[in-house]
Nanobody, 115 residues
Framework: QVQLVESGGGLVQPGGSLRLSCAVS????????MGWYRQAPGKQRELVTS???????HYADSVKGRFTASRDNAKNTVYLQMNSLKPDDTAVYYC?????????WGQGTQVTVSS
């Protein structure tokens, strides 16, 4: 069974940074476009960034210039570097394939941006 394990979240003050990791076990990511999604309370889950197997990235306007996605296909791991964090970035962050969700959701990792 393929599992997605997100980590790296936490509580950070506005303007701070976090680096999230998504480890994929039981499968491969090297042929899949992967994405980071987030879901804030009372809101729909949204795709914030995607990255192809070759490393091409796309970002939602809300995070463009602040977030950077990367991946290590040999390690079956996807990363999200988040800088200049804002309170509106507060959400549970998940990884999955993108733009189509093809894997079961993991537990996600909570990112809370608050002073």
């Amino acid at each position: 069974q393929v599992q997605l394990v997100e980590s790296g979240g936490g509580l950070v003050q506005p303007g701070g940074s976090l680096r999230l990791s998504c480890a994929v076990s039981g499968g491969l990511i090297n042929i899949n476009t992967m994405g980071w999604y987030r879901q804030a309370p009372g809101k729909q889950r949204e795709l914030v960034t995607s990255i192809t197997y070759s490393g091409n990235t796309h970002y939602a306007d809300s995070v463009k210039g602040r977030f950077t996605a990367s991946r290590d296909n040999a390690k079956n791991t996807v990363y999200l570097q988040m800088n200049s964090l804002k309170p509106d970035d507060t959400a549970v962050y998940y990884c999955n394939t993108a733009p189509q969700v093809r894997m079961s959701w993991g537990q996600g990792t909570q990112v809370t941006v608050s002073s």
